[in-house]
C-alpha cells in the first residue's frame, strides 16, 4: 500500500508540475496575445508600399517640452510626434503614423493604443482606445500617452508664429526647462497636463469637427487601433477639471432648465411599481421642467383607476404636466414609445422604464445638457440593480455576437477599464430603459420600429440608426440610476416562446446593420468578442485562431459504462458553431449564410468538484442524434479562464478550467450531436462523463 501511495502522490506532482507550466505560459495573456499579433502586422506593413508616408517628415517629442518645442521659433516637420516622458515608441509606431496621414489628408490629428512594461521587462496593462469620442475627451484625456499632428495646426494654437520670448519671460522659460527635468523624473504636473488637454488637443479637436455631427461617417480625428507606445507606467487618465477654463459653460446644469422634458413611461398593470418611479421623479427633480406621459397597453379596470389617481395626485402638486394614454393592444414597446412621443410637448424625449428609481438630484440635468448638444444622439446612464452596486447597464457594445451590455453584474466601487465606468462615455448604443434625445432627431430617424422590433433590441436599432446618421451616443457614468430589469413584463431569457422572438429580432437587427457588427467604432477589435466576457480582457483565442490548430474526432469502438456519468463533472458550453461566425460575426457571406468552410469551434468549461483539476486529461464527446448511435470523442486544449477561478471554493488548480477545440468541417457526417465530456484522472482509474444540453449542428 505505501508503494501504491508513493506513485499516485509522484504522480499527482508531475501533473501539477504539468499544470503550473502550462499555466505559467497562458497566465499574461496580453504577452501570448502581442507575440503573434505583432508578427502578422510586422508581416502587412513588410508588404505594404510606405512611400508617401516616408516623404513626411517627423519629430518625436516629449510631453513635458512639448511646449517649449512649438514656442521655440524653430522650424518645425510636417509631423510632430507627442509621447508621455518615460514612454517607448514601438518600432513600427512612426511607420503607421506617417502612412497614416498620407492615406488621410483630411486628418490633422490621431492618436494610438499603448501598454506598459513592468519592471521585469514583461508587456502588461494593455489600452485600446475606441475611435473618436468627443465626450469621452471631454470626460478624461482617454488620448493617453502618444498623439501625433500636422504642424500646420499650431496656427491655431500660436497664431502669427510668435516664440516663446514674445510671449513669456525669461522666468517661465526657465522654470519651463526645469519642469523637463523633473518630468523626466516624475509625473507631469497640472499646469502642463491642462496645456496639452486643454490648449493643444481641444483647440485642433474643436477647429476639425470634433464636436459636430460626422461628415459621411468619417471620424475627424484619427485612431491608429494598434499598439503604438510601450509606457513605463500605467497611464492614469487627466480629470477633466483640467480643462474647465477652456470650456464655453455649455454643459452646465443651469442651461437644462429652460427646456421642457417629456418622461414617457410605458406601464401595464404595475401602479405600485410605477407610483415609486414617480415619487422619484418628483422627489429627486428640481431644476428640470418635466412632463410625464404613461403610455399603458390594457391595465385591469382596477389598476387602471389606480394609475389615474397617481397622476391626479402628481398633478396637483404643480410640479409639471402629465397625460395618461390607454390603448389596449399587444405589448409593443416600440409601438407604446412611439405614441407617448406623438403626444409629448418636450424639446427633449426621455423614454423611461416603469421600474426605475432615482437615487440623486441632478440626475435629469445631467442627461438633457448633453442631449441637447447639436451633435449629440442617444443619451443613457449607468444603472446598478436595486440595493446594490452591480452594474446592469454602462454602456451597450457590439460584439460578433450581437449587443451586449459591458461590465454587467461587475461591481462599481471597483474602477474598471481606465476609468469606463466613472466618467462620460460615446458608445454605440444605451437602453432603451433610460434613453434621453431630442424630439427633432427620434423623428428624423423614424422613431422606433414597431414592426421589425416590437420588444427587444429596439433601442439598439434606434441607437444604431442615430449613429449611422454621423450623431455620438452617450452614456453617463458619473450618475446613476437603479433598474428593476424587466420586472414590468418578466424575463424574455426564461420563456421558450419569448427566446424564439428574441434570436428572430436579434437576427433582424444583425442583418439591418452588419457593419456595425463586424466592428464597434467605441470597442477595439482587439477586446474580447464572447458575449460571456463581462470584463475589459483581450480577445487572446482570436489571434490563435484566425492560424487553428485541428483535432480529429475518433469514433468509439463501444459505448461508455453508463456508471461513468456523474454530475460532479460540470460542463459550460459557450459555443459550438462555425469558427467563421465566432471571428467575423454571424452575417459571414453575401447571403447572410454562416461559412463553415474553416470548420467548426467549440468552446466553454468545465471542472470536477472537490478536485485537483491537475489530474484530469479531458475529451469532448459528441453524440450523433438523427442517424445512428455513433459516439465521437477528440481532446480539448486548456484555456485560462480566472472568471471561473474565482466563483470555485473547493477545487485545487482551477485557472485552466476553458477548454477549447477546432475541427475541420468535413470531420463529421451531416447532422446534430449532443455534446459532453469526459476527463481521465491520470493518478487512478476514475473516469467521469457529464452531458450539456448544447447541440452542435453539422452541415
Keep these: 500500500m505505501l508503494l501504491k501511495d508513493m506513485i499516485k502522490n ?22 501570448n496575445w502581442y507575440r503573434p499579433h505583432k508578427f502578422e502586422l510586422q ?22 517640452h512639448l511646449r517649449n518645442y512649438i514656442l521655440s521659433g524653430n522650424d518645425m516637420p510636417e509631423i510632430i510626434i507627442a509621447v508621455d516622458d518615460g514612454g517607448k515608441l514601438t518600432e513600427y509606431a512612426e511607420t503607421m503614423i ?32 475606441p475611435d473618436w ?24 494654437i500660436n497664431p502669427g508664429d510668435r516664440t516663446a520670448v514674445d510671449i513669456e519671460s525669461r522666468t517661465r522659460l526657465e522654470a519651463d526647462t526645469e519642469e523637463e527635468v523633473r518630468a523626466a523624473k516624475s509625473d507631469l504636473d497640472d499646469s502642463m497636463k491642462s496645456w496639452i488637454y486643454g490648449v493643444l488637443c481641444l483647440k485642433i479637436a474643436q477647429a476639425d469637427g470634433g464636436f459636430s455631427v460626422r ?13 503604438l507606445c510601450h509606457a513605463a507606467d500605467k497611464f492614469d487618465p487627466w480629470d477633466s477639471n483640467l480643462i474647465r477654463s477652456s470650456l464655453t459653460g455649455r454643459f452646465s446644469s ?24 414617480i415619487k422619484s421623479i418628483e422627489k429627486f427633480t428640481t431644476s428640470s421642467p418635466y ?8 391595465s385591469s379596470d382596477e389598476n387602471r383607476a389606480e394609475v389615474q389617481k397617481i397622476l391626479k395626485v402628481h398633478g396637483e402638486k404643480d410640479i ?33 422604464n416603469d421600474d426605475i428609481t432615482i437615487g440623486k438630484p441632478g440626475w435629469l440635468s445631467y442627461l438633457s445638457e448633453k442631449a441637447k448638444l447639436p451633435y449629440v444622439g442617444a443619451v443613457g446612464m449607468k444603472l446598478l440593480y436595486p440595493n446594490s452596486d452591480m452594474i446592469q447597464h454602462a454602456g451597450v457594445v457590439n460584439v460578433h455576437a450581437g449587443p451586449i451590455h459591458k461590465l454587467q453584474y461587475c461591481s462599481n466601487k471597483e474602477t474598471h477599464y481606465f476609468g469606463y465606468n466613472k466618467g462620460v462615455r460615446n458608445v454605440i448604443a444605451v437602453t432603451g430603459a433610460c434613453l434621453m434625445v431630442r424630439a427633432d432627431l427620434f423623428h428624423r430617424v423614424g422613431g422606433f420600429d414597431e414592426e421589425n422590433f416590437a420588444v427587444a433590441f429596439n433601442d439598439i436599432d434606434l441607437c444604431l440608426k442615430i449613429y449611422e446618421q454621423g450623431y455620438y451616443n452617450v452614456v453617463r457614468n458619473n450618475m446613476y440610476l437603479y433598474h428593476h430589469e424587466s420586472l414590468s413584463r418578466g424575463d424574455d431569457r426564461k420563456d421558450k416562446v419569448k427566446q424564439q422572438r428574441l434570436s428572430g429580432e436579434q437576427e433582424r437587427l444583425l442583418a439591418a446593420h452588419p457593419a456595425l457588427f463586424a466592428r464597434d467604432p467605441f470597442y477595439s477589435e482587439h477586446l474580447s468578442q464572447d458575449p460571456a466576457v463581462r470584463e475589459f480582457e483581450i480577445a487572446v483565442e482570436d489571434v490563435e485562431l484566425r492560424n487553428p490548430h485541428y483535432v480529429t474526432p475518433v469514433l468509439v469502438a463501444k459505448p461508455f459504462p453508463e456508471k461513468w456519468t456523474n454530475p460532479v463533472l460540470r460542463l459550460g458550453v459557450e459555443f459550438a458553431n462555425s469558427l467563421d461566425r465566432w471571428l467575423t460575426g454571424p452575417l459571414t457571406d453575401a447571403e447572410g449564410e454562416n461559412s463553415i468552410r474553416n470548420g467548426y469551434y467549440l468552446k466553454g468549461y468545465s471542472f470536477v468538484i472537490n478536485a485537483n483539476q491537475a489530474v484530469y486529461d479531458r475529451f469532448l464527446l459528441l453524440k450523433a442524434l438523427d442517424t445512428s448511435d455513433q459516439l465521437w470523442k477528440l481532446p480539448v486544449g486548456s484555456a485560462y479562464r480566472p472568471d471561473i477561478a474565482e466563483n470555485l471554493t473547493d477545487q485545487i488548480n482551477d485557472k485552466l478550467t476553458g477548454f477549447q477545440a477546432i475541427i475541420k468541417s468535413d470531420a463529421l457526417p451531416k447532422g446534430r450531436y449532443l455534446i459532453g465530456m469526459l476527463v481521465v484522472d491520470k493518478t487512478s482509474r476514475q473516469r467521469i462523463i457529464n452531458w450539456s444540453d448544447v447541440k452542435l449542428i453539422v452541415k
Excluded at 412632463?291 to 390594457?298: A, F, L, P, T
Design 98 to 129: 506617417r502612412d497614416f496621414f498620407a492615406e488621410n489628408p483630411a486628418v490633422n490629428f490621431v492618436y494610438g493604443d499603448e501598454d506598459r512594461i513592468d519592471e521585469d521587462g514583461e508587456l502588461r496593462d494593455p489600452w485600446f482606445k
Design 291 to 298: 412632463e410625464i406621459i404613461v403610455v399603458d397597453n390594457g
Design 10 to 31: 509522484k504522480l499527482i506532482s508531475n501533473r501539477n508540475e504539468l499544470y503550473r507550466r502550462d499555466l505559467a505560459s497562458k497566465e499574461n495573456q496580453y504577452a
Design 215 to 227: 461628415s459621411h461617417g468619417k471620424f475627424p480625428i484619427g485612431h491608429i487601433p494598434e499598439i
Design 133 to 156: 469620442s468627443p465626450d469621452t475627451f471631454l470626460s478624461t484625456f482617454y488620448i493617453g500617452s502618444i498623439f501625433a499632428f500636422r504642424s500646420s495646426e499650431l496656427a491655431l
Design 320 to 352: 409639471g404636466g402629465y397625460e395618461y394614454i390607454y390603448e389596449p393592444m399587444e405589448f409593443n414597446f416600440s409601438k407604446m414609445c412611439n405614441l407617448g412621443a406623438s403626444h409629448a410637448n418636450g424639446e427633449l424625449l426621455l423614454f423611461f
Design 254 to 277: 443651469d442651461s437644462a432648465s429652460t427646456r421642457l422634458i417629456s418622461i414617457i413611461i410605458p406601464s401595464k398593470d404595475n401602479p405600485k411599481v410605477l407610483l415609486e418611479c
Design 43 to 64: 508581416k502587412a506593413l513588410d508588404a505594404k508600399d510606405h512611400t508617401q508616408g516616408a516623404k513626411l517628415s517627423t519629430s518625436v517629442v516629449r510631453y513635458s
